[in-house]
């Protein structure tokens, strides 16, 4: 049977980083095909240069045989390539019907739209109100809305750039369920992931890029977890190392936290935190975490004595303030709300480091104490990158997040605050991150960890609750909580269709 896609000798180069060299595959129909690398491996390059936002330096492509060199996106689409991004693409005033007919051709009336939109969410278990604002819905939502925009497009190919990394392990297997209906009519899918057990769990074979190269295409299924991290890297990964902290003082309280956010409200949400203690807080995005750390890092004003940091109320105190007195966050959405994509990574120091580093001081910004900052974040996080001066727009997402997590870890905080914090690192990065996060509480900070990974939040946390439709349970010890425990505590036996998901 003829491929649906091949590369042959693709190669590509960016001022100073050769990102793709002479790489060859191909995806056949029905297979679902897993790129597999390190972060800045060249995955998500090779798949725009699929998707024709980036035109290859070297070599060629076929698309169901004939030629494949699509001047732009729009021309890639019309030959049957659909793409879901690692970041959305999505106006935040529109609807969600809105911003699907935005990227068609020829779009329908809206009502025909709407109709089609709901009844292939139904389908296909990704439930979504085709009437709700972009700027109310949460990133795993967010996401839908992208794959369902794909699904409309009935193509040949279809590229998931990381698509469960903002979904709950029940979210993910509903959408490998449609990945599979979809594969079995025909559809090729070409799968990125960091999530090697969902790889090999899901994926027919699987393509290894180290360095821009392809070293091996394997069936992922015949090898363990660590043996193509292995490949991955070119080394063995590392083991977390728990040791050497021990709770002390209470660092910080919330108690009757409420919020009235366009999103989803928070309800009369209490909880303490002791230096030198990880805090988990596990739950389906959307149901309040993304304003439980808004409200911890001062974006969203709440009543006084609600949040108390050292026992001095911070609850009216205005983010920049709150960061001087030691309470750090770093949100989910690292491009746009973490960082901005236009600045240098120097720049982007000074956004939540500039008072408490001393990057900025009497109104004026210290650009060597800023590029000095950012170099020791990307040394100490092995943020791959050529340098402080590079847009931050220009480092490949999981580099991106290292370096927001990081630039909050060596800012010393009191109490850091992390929503998804290994959201798009790849697996022997991922355990870099928590162990930086591991020995920042071993100092002393106390951390909160949000997380949709449950692996992540048990290997991490001293104690667990779970974030459902606002409201917050009552923390437990991790040590000895089962799985069953936690799904009972993410709001009912399994996840979507139990827990709560917003409309
Ligand atoms: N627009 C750009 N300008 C300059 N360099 C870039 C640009 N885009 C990517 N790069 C560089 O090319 C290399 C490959 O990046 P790419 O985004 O393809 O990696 P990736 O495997 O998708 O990584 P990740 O898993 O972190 O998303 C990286 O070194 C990256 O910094």
Known sequence: MTDVFR???LGKT???????????????PGEIHALLGENGAGKSTLVKMIYGLVKPDDGHMTLMGSVHAPADPRAARAAGVAMVFQHFSLFDALTVAENIALGMENPPKSRELSQR???LSQSYGLPLNPARRVASLSAGERQRVEILRCLLQSPRLLIMDEPTSVLTPQEAEILFATLRQLAAGGTAILYISHKLDEIRSHCDRATILRHGRVVNTVDPRAHTARELAAMMVGAEMRVIDRSGRKPGAEVLRVAGLATASDGMALKDVALTLRAGEILGIGGVAGNGQEELLSALSGEIATRPGTITLDGVDLSRTPPEARRKAGLLAAPEDRLGHAAVPEFSLAENTLLTAGSRQGLIRGGLIDHSAAQAFAQAVIAAFDVRTPGPQTAAGALSGGNL????????VLGKPRVLVVNQPTWGVDAGAAAQVRQAL??????GAGIIVISQDLDELLELSDRFCALNDGRLSAPRPTEGLSIDEIGLMLGGAHGMEVAHVPA
């Open 117 to 119: 939109i709901a009844e």
């Open 14 to 28: 960016y001022p100073g980083v050769r990102a793709n060299e002479d790489v060859s595959f191909s995806v056949a």
């Open 401 to 408: 997040q290292k370096f927001v997590i990081g630039r909050e």
């Open 7 to 9: 590369a042959e000798s």
């Open 438 to 443: 591991l020995d920042l509480a071993a100092k």
